[in-house]
């Protein structure tokens, strides 16, 4: 079930708190391993340039699932939303056309993912004292991302500096 009233609280909703920020930093990539011959399976090519993790450390190519990097661009608006408080976050120190450029890629991101998933799930409306409203609840079968997450935490490659999980997932 998906409780999404308009006023419903979350510990990902509201005004910027240090408690959002908090929750919303948890939900940050990881680095997993890929290994090579996950690539074919993944329809991508050894052609490309992509990050490889050093053979003492294992091997293969560095890489997260997507729905981090959807998670992060989602972030990324809701504090474009609430700039005046986000003012000096170091998302928005580029230049504004470089800062702009970015959301355009995140609202882009999030709606072709929307697009490509595409729930059927219908939204139903209630009468409510004269006004027509819509019951943003929803019934759906939805993944356990909590499992997801515990997962990708436990393939995160390991050999310090940026290969390592982020500081704000290691203390979570």
Not at 31 to 55: A, E, F, V, Y
Not at 58 to 72: A, N, S, T, W
Not at 87 to 106: G, I, Y
Not at 107 to 129: G, H, K, N, W, Y
Request: a negative charge; aromatic letters at 10%.
């Amino acid at each position: 079930m998906i409780h999404n009233d308009l006023y419903r609280p979350s510990e990902y909703r509201g005004a910027p708190s240090q408690a959002i920020d908090d929750a919303w930093d948890k939900l940050w990539m990881v680095p997993l391993r890929i290994d090579d011959q996950d690539l074919g399976r993944l329809h991508l090519t050894s052609h490309k340039n992509w990050s490889r993790i050093p053979d003492e450390m294992g091997g293969g190519f560095r890489g997260y699932p997507i729905v981090f990097h959807q998670l992060h661009c989602l972030n990324t608006l809701r504090k474009a939303s609430y700039r005046e408080h986000y003012q000096n976050d170091k998302l928005f120190k580029d230049p504004p056309s470089v800062s702009r450029a970015h959301q355009d890629h995140c609202i882009e991101m999030i709606r072709q993912q929307l697009m490509c998933s595409a729930e059927m799930v219908p939204t139903l409306t209630f009468e409510s004292d004269g006004h027509t409203l819509p019951d943003f609840n929803a019934v759906q079968v939805c993944r356990n991302f909590d499992r997801l997450k515990a997962w990708t935490e436990a393939n995160v490659i390991h050999g310090g500096g940026n290969w390592d999980l982020p500081a704000n997932i290691a203390e979570a």
